[in-house]
């Protein structure tokens, strides 16, 4: 992106978009349970209650009764429609992994089946945002974590702490392409997950050869084990591939997250917290909701001088409902270069 003299100056940055992840799928009820949400009616209170002390898009998974992670569309259909009633100005992204909690102790932590992944699109209300990944990868999400973070928790119990370090992301060019084509097509912005800078070219060639026209929204997503490290080094690099159009919100776990925050708050970019992301405080002398997350991050920025995105301000700087007719429209509106008059985009590239 384009860091020109003053970019570290509030007044020259965007109002912050705050992401609440407050449903913690790869965490059990009993590791927290005055904070992780069970019952439905629970489970729309701590999106409202995430909206109220500042976050303006709530990253959205679905509990059972039985605290486990659901799978069932319907329940998604009935959360979505409960936020949308409670806090009808929050974008609601739901990810994309549907839920990677294993079903019983000692299985294998992992995403649904391809097609059950692409019937998020079909979702009703319709979500504004799905994550989507790029480029199958590991995703040991034990990998920079300390024995302390697991301490009385579930994952002190080793087969399900190996469930979660020997967890894979499938997210293969054919079922990314098809995923793209079928949110795109029920009106559903994909916001994608960025793991290095490799997955972000592929994002790239996925615009430019027209598989996606909208607007550029990412995470960089900096957790370690097959994803990026959690370090300025990674970030920079990261973002000097990036376009000036993008929207780009910086997310880690363990107690990197606050620090990777704080840095995102200062550059210019967008947060993400909550306690799918880390359940305690930055001493980890004790646990830390999710709404306390928020409010630290409201108290840095303002500190800061950094205005904190309202629902509508959040909205227009992600461009929610917007896609573009064309593929040079696309680079264009997101500040890549145009794609060579007449030069190969990849022996993929579709006729639209």
């Known amino acids: 992106m384009n860091f020109l003299d003053g970019h570290l100056f509030p007044e020259n940055q965007q109002p912050l978009i705050i992401t609440a992840a407050p449903y913690a799928p790869g965490w059990q009820p009993s590791d927290f349970p005055e904070d992780i949400p069970v019952t439905m009616e629970a489970q729309i209170q701590k999106a409202v209650d995430c909206y109220n002390a500042g976050a ?23 959360l979505i429609a409960g936020v949308r009633e409670a806090a009808p100005g929050m974008i609601i992204q739901v990810g994309g992994s549907i839920s990677f909690a294993p ?21 009703d209300p319709k979500p504004d945002q799905v994550t989507v990944t790029v480029n199958t990868s590991q995703m040991n999400v034990t990998d920079h974590a300390e024995d302390a973070d697991f301490k009385g928790t579930s994952r002190e ?4 702490f190996n469930a979660y370090k020997n967890m894979t992301v499938p997210a293969n060019p054919g079922w990314v392409e098809e995923h793209v084509r079928r ?15 490799n997955s972000f070219e592929s994002v790239e ?5 027209g598989f996606y026209k909208g607007p550029l929204n990412l995470n960089w997503v900096a957790i370690g084990g097959g994803m990026d490290t959690p370090s300025v080094h990674s970030l920079a690099n990261f973002m000097r591939a990036v376009p000036e159009g993008a929207v780009v919100t910086v997310e880690s776990n363990v107690r990197n997250v ?3 925050n704080v840095m995102g708050i200062a550059m210019g970019l967008h947060v993400r917290c909550g306690t799918e992301d880390v359940l305690w405080n930055p001493r980890r002398t004790a646990k830390q909701g999710s709404v ?3 409010e630290q991050l409201v108290r840095i920025a303002r500190e800061l001088g950094r205005d904190i995105a309202t629902a509508k301000e959040a909205r227009e700087i992600c461009k ?9 429209e696309s680079l264009q509106a997101n500040g890549f270069a145009p794609n060579r008059n007449g030069g190969s985009q990849g022996f993929l590239r579709k006729t639209q």
């Open 320 to 328: 929610i409902g917007v896609f573009y007719d064309t593929v040079e």
């Open 292 to 294: 306390d997350q928020i």
């Open 103 to 123: 079903e019983n102790e000692g299985q294998t932590a992992k995403w649904l089946s391809d097609d059950t992944r692409h019937m998020l699109a079909d979702l």
């Open 56 to 78: 303006t898009v709530l990253h959205l998974h679905v509990r059972e009764l039985d605290g486990k992670g659901s799978k069932r569309l319907s329940k998604f259909n009935e």
């Open 157 to 160: 119990d080793m087969a399900l």
């Open 183 to 197: 949110l795109t097509e029920a009106g559903i912005q994909s916001e994608f997950q960025c793991y290095n800078v």
């Open 258 to 260: 606050l620090p990777v």
């Open 205 to 209: 060639r996925l615009m430019r050869r």
